[in-house]
Structure formats: structure tokens, C-alpha cells
């Protein structure tokens, strides 16, 4: 019988040195240094929360040498960072976690010190971006039990085929959270074209309510939302809306919630005029309201 | 049988043969005993262990064929954290060596020893890195293998194993649940042979101003 013990650990070294070469440090904190990966040519995309100043950016390559690094933008939401600086690293396969499946072995690789490091584990869970506390736009959360070593933020997590699902963030309870790739890319092209992350803002709080039996009959949902407050000088408030209404519909997309909401404010509807449909006094009615652009810090 | 099935056949079988050289250390009397692991370094009776888990008297030494006998304290180095005791046996089984200087990173690896007192609890995972500048360490020049596997008290002094089954560390430390520290093999060849003159052989002469009896 072959040693298929031995086989499985050189495999998974060769697959940590084969990658470990498109992972760098990242030194923009005061504590530890933390890793990101490079993304493209001269792009190295990390986790935003490793990214404490915007200046002073530096990154350790795989061959020792140390760079001076521009932040070229970051999001909070998505909690991803995209640096430049002039490297020419190999640029490793990123893939989307549609192919990845519970139980598939990963490894998760970081570079807070000079040398590559490695830990080992499951995919647990592939979770949606509903699941999520609200505010955090990802399409899908990977859910490991890798380790996350001190520094390994911004890492790379890489399947058994070496392909890149995504770079690693903070565990929080235990478990480690992968952005994966398919959010990375839109963070990281939005950013690279306009050095942030634009949303659409209407300035409405509001929550979600349990439509009465008669709306549902009308319009086919069970929820809507019920406006709580209205931001002075808002789009919300130029458009008319009112505290007490119930918001149906944003541009066409019914609304169940305030994540449907939050989803339905992609930057391409930022300045247009859409149609918003809400119940007021037991009535349908339909505004149009201009939407604004969401200010981030 | 799939490749997991052949896994874990190829994993028990190592983790059978490697516990034979594993043994329990006992210390202390009545109620204050303490317990840990050790490592049989030599058939005839060196066994390697950490500092830490010899600081009482009345050391003895459980067998993996259930013998229990007196152990000698000949070497202890507290900075290293390694130590070495004598027994009074000979033909006892012993693990191959292996090279803790060129562990990958990302192999895999695991660490037998007594967990809580549990006899032979083994644990497995994979080199996070090695050296002497690992972030989570103190930057005093001693070398460490980061590992990420579940070491518990009890483990200290146990072997550490690569994917072949050779010694490659002694357990030694966790700084979490998930990641544990071992020092490695080449470092205690260099602790024998600094304390004792062991390069292969266990000698009997050991250099009395490095020996400490407790």
C-alpha cells in the first residue's frame, strides 16, 4: 500500500509552498503584522480591519524584500482593503466558492513574519449573506475551523486544488470567516475604478412588519417594512415618505426586510429616480423618490 | 478502501507503533502527584522529557507494558525547558529520528502523550511554521514548532511525529486551545549531547555541575 499518509502531508506542504508565493505581510498596524494576497499585478487585497492607518503602508514579499504600499481603497462593510505596490508575484488562481463543499479540506496561509505559515481544516458551512448581521454586504460567508494564527487576516484560504476561495477574517466565536472570492472581486474592481465603495442611501429606518391579510392578498408578500424614522433633507423625505408608512417594493425588488433594502442600494441606482411602492392608511400607493449616495467615514 | 479509509489505517498503525516508546511520568507522593509524558530516547533506558514535568521528587516511570519504575533525574536545562531521566531497563522500544530542520509547512503532524491523565491521547494537524521568530513567542533566540493541533496539559514531554512517524519534537507548551508549541528534535540531540555527551549512546557519566536533583 502506498504511504498515504506521507503522500496527503507532501501534498499539503507543496500546495502551501505553491501559493505561498502570492502571499505577503502587511504592516499598516501597530501591533502584529498582518498577510493579504496578491490579487492581480502590483494588487494585493487584505482585510480592512488590518489596515489601521492610510499611510506609512509597507509589504514584506516571500524573497524578504520589504515595499512601500498605497492604500488604494478599503470597505468596511465587506471588511476588504485593496494595496498597491511595484511587486511582480505570482498571481494565484482565485476561484468562486460555488465549487467548494462542506467537509473539503482547506488550508488557510498567512505571513505575518518572514516565512509562509499554514493550518489546516474544514469547510463548515457556506452561508448566505442573509445570515448575516445586517449592514455586512457579501454574497456568501465561508465558514471554517481553520486556525486563525495571530496575522493570518487577509490570508488566502486555498482549496485541495490549490485554488484560492477567498482571504481569511478575524474568527469571531470559534469559527474562521472566509470572504470568498465573488465578493472580493466586486469590492476590489469597484475600489481600483473609484477608490471606494459607493451605495445608494434613502435615509429611512425602518423595520419589518407583518403585512395584514388583506395587503398580502393584493400584493403577494407576507412583510413589508415600517418606516420608523426619516432623516431630515433625505431622499426619503424629499420623495415623500412618511414615518408610519410600509414599504413594499424598491425599484420593482419586494422588501422583507431591511437586508433586501440594503441589497437594493448598489451604487447603479445612485442619482436615479425609482419607483418605491408602500401602503399608507390601508392604500397602495406608489412614490418616486431620487436616491442619494451613502456618505462612508 | 478510499483515501481516508487508507488514512486513518496508515495513522493508527504509526500512532500503535509510537506508543510504545511513549511513557507516563509520575512525581510527587500521596496528594500532591503530578503527571506527564515522556519520550524513550535510548533502549536502555534515557528517556527525554520537559523540565516542567520532573520539578517534583520521587520521579517513577509507567511503561507502555505497564512496568512502573524508579526514574533518575541525570540532565535538566530550565531555559530549554528539557530534561532526562534514567531507567533501569534495557530493550525498550524507541522511535526513529527525524529531521526538525526541514519540516514543511503545512505537513502534517501529530502528538501523542496523556492528555488529563487519558493514556495515549493522540492529536494531529499540520506545521502553522518553525524557527524563532514565530509572532506568538518571545524573540529570545529559542527555536519552536508552531502546531496547529489540540495539545492539553499532560501532553508536555510527549512525542511529536510527522506523517512517517519519526520523532520530530518534544510537546511542550499551547499559548490557545488550537495552537500548540513543541521544541524540536534537533534541539534536544543538542541539549544530550551538551548535558550528557549523548550523541547516540546514553552514557552513565553525566557532568555534575549541569545535573539537578530534586
Given at each position: 500500500m502506498p504511504d498515504v499518509l506521507q503522500n496527503l502531508s507532501d501534498e499539503l506542504a507543496a500546495l502551501t509552498e505553491q501559493v505561498s508565493v502570492s502571499v505577503v505581510r502587511v504592516e499598516a498596524r501597530r501591533r502584529l503584522p498582518a498577510s493579504g494576497t496578491v490579487w492581480d499585478k502590483g494588487v494585493v487585497v487584505t482585510a480592512n480591519h488590518v489596515v489601521e492607518r492610510d499611510d506609512d503602508i509597507h509589504i514584506g514579499l516571500p524573497d524578504g524584500n520589504r515595499l512601500s504600499a498605497k492604500l488604494v481603497g478599503r470597505d468596511p462593510l465587506s471588511d476588504i482593503a485593496v494595496l498597491r505596490a511595484e511587486f511582480d508575484l505570482p498571481v494565484p488562481l482565485w476561484t468562486t466558492p460555488e465549487t467548494a463543499r462542506v467537509g473539503q479540506l482547506v488550508l488557510a496561509l498567512g505571513r505575518p513574519s518572514r516565512h509562509i505559515m499554514a493550518t489546516l481544516g474544514v469547510i463548515s458551512a457556506l452561508e448566505t449573506g442573509d445570515q448575516l448581521p445586517r449592514g455586512i454586504q457579501v454574497d456568501h460567508f465561508l465558514q471554517t475551523d481553520v486556525v486563525m494564527y495571530p496575522g493570518f487576516s487577509g490570508g488566502a484560504l486555498i482549496s485541495a486544488n490549490g485554488r484560492v476561495l477567498g482571504i481569511n477574517t478575524s474568527a469571531m466565536r470559534g469559527i474562521s470567516l472566509t470572504i470568498p472570492t465573488s465578493t472580493i472581486r466586486r469590492v476590489v474592481e469597484a475600489l481600483l475604478k473609484h477608490g471606494k465603495i459607493q451605495r445608494g442611501y434613502l435615509g429611512v429606518g425602518a423595520q419589518a412588519i407583518k403585512l395584514s391579510?388583506?395587503?398580502?392578498a393584493k400584493v403577494g408578500q407576507s412583510y413589508g417594512l415600517l418606516v420608523a424614522s426619516v432623516e431630515p433633507d433625505s431622499p426619503a423625505e424629499q420623495g415623500g415618505v412618511l414615518i408610519g408608512d410600509i414599504l413594499l417594493r424598491f425599484n420593482e425588488m419586494a422588501l422583507s426586510s431591511p437586508e433586501d433594502l440594503l441589497r437594493g442600494l448598489q451604487s447603479d441606482c445612485i442619482s436615479k429616480t425609482v419607483p418605491i411602492v408602500i401602503v399608507r392608511g390601508g392604500e397602495l400607493q406608489t412614490l418616486q423618490v431620487t436616491v442619494g449616495e451613502r456618505l462612508m467615514r | 478502501m478510499s483515501i481516508l479509509e487508507q488514512v486513518n489505517e496508515r495513522l493508527s498503525s504509526l500512532a500503535a507503533e509510537a506508543r510504545r516508546s511513549l511513557v507516563r511520568i509520575l512525581s510527587g507522593r500521596a496528594w500532591r502527584q503530578g503527571s506527564g509524558s515522556g519520550t524513550i530516547w535510548h533502549s536502555d533506558g534515557l528517556i527525554v522529557t520537559n523540565a516542567h514535568v520532573v520539578e517534583r521528587s520521587a520521579l517513577r516511570v509507567v511503561l507502555h507494558d505497564g512496568r512502573e519504575l524508579a526514574a533518575e533525574l541525570i540532565a535538566a536545562d530550565k531555559h530549554l525547558d528539557l530534561a532526562a531521566l534514567?531507567?533501569?531497563a534495557s530493550g525498550l522500544p524507541t522511535v526513529v529520528l527525524g529531521n526538525s530542520k526541514q519540516l514543511r509547512v503545512g505537513?502534517?503532524?501529530f502528538a501523542l502523550g496523556f492528555p488529563y491523565g487519558v493514556?495515549?491521547?493522540?492529536t494531529g494537524g499540520v506545521v502553522i511554521g518553525s524557527g524563532a521568530d514565530l509572532p506568538e513567542m518571545p524573540a529570545n533566540g529559542r527555536e519552536w514548532l508552531?502546531?496547529?493541533?489540540?495539545?492539553r496539559p499532560g501532553h508536555s514531554g510527549g512525542m511529536l511525529l510527522d506523517a512517517a512517524g519519526k520523532l520530530i519534537g518534544i510537546n511542550t507548551l499551547i499559548t490557545g486551545p488550537d495552537v500548540g508549541f513543541a521544541i524540536?528534535?534537533?534541539?534536544?540531540?543538542?541539549?544530550?549531547?551538551a548535558q550528557l555527551g549523548v550523541t547516540e549512546a546514553p552514557s552513565r557519566t553525566a557532568r555534575p555541575d549541569s545535573v539537578v536533583i530534586l
Open positions: 391579510p388583506a395587503i398580502t | 534514567r531507567i533501569e505537513s502534517w503532524v493514556d495515549s491521547g493522540l508552531a502546531l496547529s493541533l489540540h495539545l524540536p528534535v534537533h534541539v534536544v540531540k543538542r541539549f544530550l549531547k
